[in-house]
């Protein structure tokens, strides 16, 4: 897997922490990896070496039209896709993007503990999870988000303050995109956020979705 943590706007001080801990539950999976920043992997020789990759906390404009171009095509050939936390706050101005990762990060209130709602218990990468799970991290609200995707896991805004979605504020899903398997989780904001166990195993599992691996 190619872990690819890029950022054009707001950088996140996490990365290094973030990029560590899936470089570490990769290996222990047995899933090789590399990370990189530099955008011309993003040509098909280089593509070719991965099975899917990880938008880890990626933002603003990262790629140029030939880039774009061999990235829908890694994806048209059926390699998969993980974005983590600010993969929703990357290339804007790119509807395919947008279809891609499934939305596009709004807005923010502080980092606070809130109370999350499991969805689906028996996809891999939430079945370890009670109904109830609560977490403290950044909690993204979105705009544009798609139809049809498979919401995972949604934030109760009655937990936390300042959330601005509403009843249905999705913050993990999966979805099929154009022969590609998608998995996109909003945790991921802080160092802490990556110490959880649970956070780490519900990584994995949408990680090992996109390579349909068990």
């Not at 899933?31 to 040509?43: M, Q, V």
């Not at 596009?104 to 809130?114: E, G, I, K, R, T």
Request: proline share 3%.
């Amino acid at each position: 897997m190619l872990i690819f943590s890029k950022t054009a706007g707001f950088r996140h001080k996490s990365i290094p922490k973030g990029v560590a801990t899936v470089t570490d539950l990769l290996k222990q999976a047995g899933i090789g990896s590399l990370h990189s920043e530099d955008p011309a992997y993003f040509c098909a020789d280089s593509l070719a070496k991965f099975d899917a990759v990880i938008f880890l906390s990626t933002t603003g404009d990262i790629f140029d039209d030939q880039q774009k171009e061999a990235f829908q095509a890694f994806i048209r050939a059926g390699k998969g896709f993980v974005g983590i936390h600010a993969a929703t706050d990357t290339e804007h101005d790119w509807p395919w993007y947008g279809q891609l990762v499934g939305a596009y990060f709004a807005s923010h209130p502080a980092v606070q503990d809130a109370k999350i709602t499991v969805l689906d218990r028996e996809h891999a990468s939430t079945k370890h999870l009670q109904q109830v799970w609560w977490h403290k991290d950044e909690w993204y609200d979105f705009k544009n988000l798609q139809p049809g995707l498979h919401i995972l896991m949604s934030l109760d805004e009655e937990s936390y303050n300042d959330g601005k979605m509403g009843k249905f504020h999705p913050i993990a899903w999966f979805q099929e995109f154009e022969g590609a398997r998608i998995f996109y989780t909003g945790l991921g904001h802080t160092d802490e956020a990556f110490d959880s166990l649970q956070f780490r195993i519900h990584l994995l599992g949408g990680i090992q979705y996109v390579l349909q691996v068990h």
